[in-house]
C-alpha cells in the first residue's frame, strides 16, 4: 500500500501586520487618554449639555460623597504640601519628612488633621482600608465650625474645609508668584486656583449647599460643577 | 513581509556563491505584549475628559442685596425645586397672590409623552425667552455650517444675551431657589435648562418665607401633610 504523503507544510502566519494593528492602537490609547485618577469615593455625577472641558494645572476639586463627607483632591504636588505644612501650623502639628513625602502622592485627601499624621505613618493598602470605613467619623475633612485657638491665640471660627482651601489658594498663588519673579512664566500667566465640586447626583441640596456657603464664606462665589456630558441615551 | 531576502545574483556563478536565505522574525511575542499593553492602557485609563458646568454664586455681601432682589423679582420666574423631583414656578413677587392657588404651578423636568402640546419647564422657558432663544439658535446653525469660528459664536450670544437684558428688557431672570429636599441632580439639571433656553440671567438663592407658605398650601391642599411635605412647606 503507497504510503499518503503528507506535504511538509509551513504553519508560520506572518504576524506583522497584525503587530503593526496594535502598535496603531497602543498609540491611540497612549495619546489620548488620560489615566484614572484614584479617589477614595466613586461619585456619580449628574450629566449636562454643558461642554466646557476641566482645566488640568490649577485646580482644586472638592469631592463631595452622598453623606456629605468631603474629600480634596489638588493637582500640584508641591501646593500640596505647602498647603499640609500651613494647615498643620494653624493646628500646631508638625509632620516629618517621611510623612510630608508620603502626602506628595495623595492626589486625593480626607482625613482630619488631628489623625493625618498617623493616617500619613500607614501603607498605602492601609490608607485604602481606613478609607473604605466611610461611617467613621475620622474619614472626610470636618465642616464643622468649632471656634480654634490657633498658635498666636487668636481665636477663628474656621472650620479645617475653609482652611484648607484658603491655604491651598495661598499655596497656588505663591508658587506661581515665585515662577513669575525667576522669569519662567508671563504675568499673564498667572491662574488663580479654581475650585471644581464633583459630587454624587444623588446629593442632597443641604449638603451641597453647605459647601457652597463655606465657600462664599471666602469670597469664592464661582465653581465648576463636574458633569458628565449628557448623550441621547441619558435624556 | 517580515522577509529580508538576499539574493546574490552572481551571475558568473563561480566564486563565493551564497545561500539562498530568508530572513523572517516572528512578531507574535511581539503581538503578545502589544496586547497586554493595550489591555493595560484600556483598563487603567479613560477617554473621557469630565465635563464642567461654570457656576456663580451671589456674594454674601449682604450689601443691598435684599433692595436689588426685590426690583428684580418683580419681572422674574422663580423656580421652586421641591423634593421627589418636582418642580414649581411662579411669575412676580410672591406678596402679589397669597390667596390665588393657581399662582404657584407644578411643571415637570421634561415631557412625559402623550400629549403634544404639553408643557414642560424647558418648552416654558423658551417660550418665554423666545426672542433670544432663537437668535442664539440661529447662530448656532452658523456654526454649524461653519459660516463663524467658536469664538465670534460666544461672543455674539453673550451680546444677544445682554441686548434682550439691558435694553430691550424681554428677557426674564430666572431665580432658582432648590428647597432642602432637592437633591445636586435636580439643580443641576435646573442650571442646564438654563444654559439650553440660553438664559443670561439666573442666580440661586434660598427660600424665603413667602416661598415656604407656597410650597406648603400647594402641597397640603388641606389634606394632612407627609413627612417629607411637611420639610418642604414649613420649617
Redo the contacts between chains.
Keep these: 500500500m503507497a504510503k499518503v504523503k503528507v506535504k511538509k507544510q509551513s504553519t508560520f502566519i506572518d504576524m506583522t501586520a497584525m503587530s503593526d494593528v496594535t502598535v496603531l492602537l497602543l498609540t491611540f490609547f497612549m495619546l489620548t487618554s488620560t489615566f484614572i485618577q484614584k479617589e477614595p469615593i466613586t461619585v456619580n455625577t449628574p450629566a449636562s449639555v454643558s461642554e466646557i472641558k476641566i482645566p488640568e494645572t490649577n485646580i482644586l476639586t472638592v469631592l463631595v460623597d452622598d453623606k456629605g463627607k468631603i474629600f480634596l483632591g489638588l493637582d500640584n504636588p508641591q501646593d500640596r504640601v505647602a498647603t499640609l505644612k500651613a494647615v498643620g501650623e494653624d493646628y500646631g502639628y508638625d509632620f516629618t519628612a517621611a510623612q510630608i513625602n508620603n502626602f506628595k502622592y495623595l492626589a486625593t485627601f480626607g482625613v482630619p488633621i488631628i489623625s493625618m499624621a498617623g493616617f500619613l505613618d500607614k501603607t498605602t493598602e492601609e490608607q485604602d482600608k481606613y478609607l473604605l470605613d466611610l461611617d467613621n467619623n475620622r474619614v472626610g475633612i470636618p465642616t464643622d465650625s468649632v471656634e480654634v485657638k490657633d498658635a498666636l491665640g487668636v481665636i477663628s471660627k474656621d472650620n479645617e474645609f475653609k482652611r484648607w482651601v484658603s491655604h491651598a489658594k495661598k499655596a497656588c498663588a505663591d508658587r506661581q508668584q515665585a515662577l513669575v519673579e525667576s522669569g519662567v512664566i508671563k504675568d499673564d500667566e498667572v491662574q488663580p486656583l479654581q475650585i471644581a465640586i464633583k459630587a454624587d447626583q444623588t446629593t442632597d441640596y443641604p449638603v451641597i449647599k453647605k459647601v457652597m456657603d463655606d465657600l462664599r464664606d471666602m469670597r469664592e462665589n464661582r465653581y465648576l460643577l463636574i458633569t458628565n456630558l449628557r448623550t441621547a441615551s441619558s435624556e | 513581509?517580515?522577509e529580508v531576502q538576499t539574493n546574490d545574483h552572481n551571475d558568473s556563478g563561480k566564486k563565493n556563491k551564497q545561500k539562498k536565505q530568508t530572513l523572517?522574525v516572528?512578531?507574535?511575542p511581539?503581538?503578545d505584549m502589544?496586547?497586554l499593553?493595550?489591555t493595560f492602557?484600556?483598563f487603567?485609563?479613560?477617554?473621557?475628559?469630565?465635563?464642567?458646568?461654570?457656576?456663580?454664586?451671589?456674594?454674601?455681601d449682604k450689601v443691598e442685596e435684599e433692595e436689588q432682589n426685590k426690583a428684580r423679582q418683580s419681572s422674574a420666574i422663580t423656580l421652586l425645586?421641591g423634593g421627589d423631583d418636582k418642580l414649581y414656578y411662579y411669575e412676580g413677587m410672591p406678596e402679589a397672590a397669597y390667596e390665588n392657588p393657581d399662582f404657584l404651578r407644578e411643571i415637570p423636568y421634561?415631557k412625559k409623552g402623550g400629549e403634544e402640546n404639553e408643557e414642560n419647564i424647558r418648552t416654558y422657558l423658551i417660550k418665554r425667552n423666545n426672542g433670544t432663544y432663537q437668535k442664539i439658535e440661529e447662530l448656532k446653525f452658523q456654526l454649524a455650517d461653519e459660516k463663524i469660528t467658536e469664538k465670534e459664536f460666544t461672543e455674539k450670544s453673550i451680546e444677544i444675551q445682554d441686548e434682550a437684558m439691558k435694553k430691550l428688557k424681554i428677557a426674564p431672570t430666572v431665580i432658582i431657589k432648590?428647597?432642602?429636599?432637592?437633591?445636586?441632580?435636580?439643580?443641576?439639571?435646573v442650571?442646564?435648562e438654563m444654559?439650553?433656553c440660553h438664559i443670561g440671567a439666573y442666580t440661586i438663592l434660598d427660600l424665603s418665607d413667602g416661598d415656604r407658605y407656597l410650597l406648603y398650601k400647594k402641597t397640603s391642599k388641606g389634606e394632612y401633610l407627609s413627612d417629607a411635605q411637611r420639610a418642604a412647606g414649613i420649617k
Design positions: 513581509m517580515a523572517r516572528d512578531f507574535t511581539m503581538v502589544n496586547m499593553l493595550i492602557f484600556m487603567c485609563t479613560t477617554l473621557l475628559k469630565p465635563q464642567t458646568m461654570r457656576l456663580s454664586m451671589p456674594t454674601k425645586i421634561k432648590p428647597t432642602e429636599l432637592a437633591s445636586y441632580k435636580n439643580l443641576v439639571d442650571i442646564d444654559l439650553i
